[in-house]
Structures are given as structure tokens and as C-alpha cells.
């Protein structure tokens, strides 16, 4: 199948990897040469602009930054529906708003090529794997098109409902993840400075109702030595701040509450740390260290 994909970063570059692996002809394009090069030398090939990537590409693939990069890269002068082909399926993996969504499948539509939400889950180590959890907003018609691609990238895939839905979907679970962060880093910093050891305090809290899938993930993050940038804290702000816009109707206090310890971190120059790391905001606070035996 030809291919292509735009936006080939920390995520993006490893899903078009395991797509030339599989046998897919795979054009790429992306504002970093580093990135497209990586690729090129395991059988992809390079593209100056989304509009030549998108050239008889069957399937068009996006996994970008924001709403205003997914725009330009669809809509705008060098965009893909400048060349895509009729019939002709989008698939736009990023974390963006359900309006712009609309509205971008909305133009698309209108040269007859179908656009679908699919925004993902899984982290770096997902998308290598090919065991990415994909939220889809499409029809079963659609859906059933992609089979041979998702099949390639994902674990799980997940049917939301309409165009859409995936995006919504995805921006409930990333605040939620949020705020469960927070809440996490503020309990444990503060139980470790009245003395409890974390190790305990996380084994208690696993075996209790308050353990979670994010209380099973900062050990290989938050509470390593190296705390390694999975996905960023700039990038969990925006998602936050998607959510919340979408929300803004409803009485959402703790995702404000979250929002403003995000924007916090954000100002003591942890934008580029995970995530994980805002709770570094109540480490400085308290004066200790989350930080396991282990990684001692």
C-alpha cells in the first residue's frame, strides 16, 4: 500500500518504521531532516512538503504537535488535500480539539476524501511495539479500510463512534491522567516527608483502592534516577488545556485545580521534563525526593 506520513517525530518516526518494515511503500515529510533520515535509511522515502508526500498515497498518515500544525499540514498551501487522491483515507493520529477535527474532515469531504480521528495511547514504547491502543473516530465502513495499517501499529483499537469522538475520548483521558499525576505526587511527597517510605506506601496503596495504572507507571519514571521524558509536560498542558475548552461549559474544578499546577511547572522551566515530573513543583515544596530503593 502507498503511504504517507507526516509528522515523523519521537512517535510518528516509529509508527512509519514498523509500516516500512511491514512492506508499505512509505513517503515521508517532516520540518526536522534528521528525523526523515532516520527513516530513509530503513527504506522510506523523503518528501519537501505534505502536498508531495500525499502524491497517490492510499492511506495519509499525520502524528503532529498541535491543532495549528495539523491545520497547515492538511488544509494549508503545501497541504496534503492539495494532492490527495479521491478516496483517499486520512488518518490523523495527533491529540487535537473535536472542533478542528469537524471542521478538517469537513474540507476534506468536499474532495472526496474520508478523514478520521485516531488519536493514540501507549507512549514511545507503544508505537515501537506496534501495541498502541488507537481511540478511532470513523465509520465502519471506514474503519474497516484501515485494517491492514492499524493491524501494523496497535494493540487495541477502539471504535468511538463518528469523526470526533476519538479526539474526545483521547482529551478525557489524558486529563484524567493529569489530574490522577497530581494527586499522586501530592499524597506521596507528603507522606514521605512525615516519614513513610515510598516503597511501602506504594505496595499499601497497588494492593488498595487507591492504586492505578499511573501509580504502576512512575516507577519507571518519577521515581528513577534518570526520569526519563516520555511525553512531556508541554505536550500534557496542551491536552489539558483542549480538554477544558471543550468542558468550558461545565464545572470542572480539579481539572483547573491541575491546569494551574501544570502552568506552574511550565514557568520553572519543566516544560520538556515528563509529565510525570510536575510533581517536582511539591519535591521543591517539601524538600525531599521521590525516589525508590532501587534507583538509590
Not at 137 to 155: H, I, M
Not at 181 to 199: C, R
Request: glycine content about 10%; charged content about 20%.
Amino acid at each position: 500500500m502507498k503511504i504517507a506520513f507526516i509528522g515523523v517525530g519521537r512517535m510518528g518516526g516509529r509508527m512509519a518504521a514498523r509500516l516500512v518494515a511491514a512492506g508499505h511503500e512509505v513517503r515521508v515529510f517532516d520540518p526536522s531532516q534528521a528525523a526523515m533520515d532516520a527513516l530513509v535509511a530503513k527504506g522510506a522515502v523523503a518528501s519537501k512538503s505534505p502536498a508531495e508526500a500525499a502524491i497517490e498515497a492510499e492511506r495519509i498518515l499525520l502524528s503532529l504537535p498541535s491543532p495549528k500544525t495539523l491545520r497547515d499540514a492538511v488544509t494549508g498551501a503545501e497541504g496534503v488535500l492539495n494532492t490527495a487522491a479521491e478516496g483517499a483515507i486520512i488518518v490523523d493520529f495527533s491529540t487535537v480539539d473535536p472542533a478542528t477535527t469537524k471542521d478538517i474532515a469537513g474540507a476534506a469531504a468536499a474532495k472526496k476524501v474520508s478523514f478520521v480521528d485516531s488519536p493514540v495511547s501507549g507512549g514511545v514504547l507503544g508505537a515501537e511495539n506496534g501495541k498502541l491502543v488507537l481511540m478511532v473516530g470513523a465509520s465502519n465502513e471506514v474503519l474497516e479500510q484501515l485494517k491492514p495499517v492499524f493491524d501494523v501499529l496497535a494493540g487495541r483499537v477502539v471504535h468511538c463512534g463518528d469523526v470526533g469522538a476519538g479526539q474526545l475520548t483521547k482529551l478525557s483521558h489524558n486529563l484524567l491522567t493529569a489530574i490522577n499525576t497530581v494527586a499522586l505526587g501530592e499524597v506521596l511527597t507528603a507522606s514521605v516527608k512525615a516519614g513513610a517510605k515510598l516503597d511501602i506506601l506504594c505496595d499499601v496503596l497497588t494492593a488498595g483502592l487507591a492504586g492505578s495504572k499511573m501509580l504502576d507507571y512512575l516507577p519507571k519514571t518519577l521515581f528513577t534516577q534518570e526520569r526519563p521524558g516520555n511525553f512531556a509536560i508541554d505536550l500534557m498542558h496542551k491536552d489539558i488545556k483542549l480538554c477544558l475548552d471543550e468542558f468550558s461549559n461545565y464545572s470542572m474544578p480539579l481539572g483547573q485545580l491541575v491546569l494551574q499546577t501544570y502552568n506552574a511547572a511550565r514557568a520553572k522551566g519543566l516544560g520538556g521534563k515528563d509529565s510525570t515530573s510536575v510533581n517536582e513543583l511539591y519535591e521543591e515544596l517539601l524538600g525531599v525526593r521521590l525516589s525508590l530503593p532501587a534507583a538509590q
